[in-house]
């Protein structure tokens, strides 16, 4: 098998792991990220009704106004958690759980991370 196939299925098997003991409800919404080679993905779910209160990534107009350069770094990573942030802060919800969708808590996931806390998120 491929090293990138085992990657794949390593991180799922992560990801089932993690979801196991976490879900979103009306009150605490599930932040999940999403990141590629290019760009990197979050949306807050409420896994009791199955809906996306909102989400955010690097291919939307107004988060590629503020991104310099490539869009596959954690500069980019803190700015669109900042901007998931403030839009769940718009909503009326101060608290998440983080779901980190079976990667590592480093990097750019750390970055997404800290920028949502920067928006006064808590988790």
Do not use: W
Request: hydrophobic residues 35%; charged residues 35%; proline residues 1%.
């Amino acid at each position: 098998m491929e090293a990138a196939k085992k990657r794949i299925l390593a991180r799922k098997r992560n990801k089932a792991h993690v979801r196991k003991k976490i879900s979103g409800t009306p009150e605490i919404l599930r932040v999940s990220v999403f990141r590629s080679s290019k760009h990197i993905y979050g949306q807050a779910i409420d896994d009791k009704s199955a809906k996306t209160i909102c989400s955010v990534s690097t291919l939307e107009s107004d988060v590629k106004e503020k991104i310099e350069g490539h869009s596959g770094n954690k500069a980019t990573a803190k700015i669109v958690g900042k901007v998931l942030g403030e839009k769940l802060s718009a909503k009326g919800y101060d608290k998440i759980v983080f779901d980190r969708n079976g990667y590592l808590y480093h990097g750019r996931i750390k970055s997404f991370a800290d920028g949502i806390r920067e928006a006064g998120i808590k988790f």
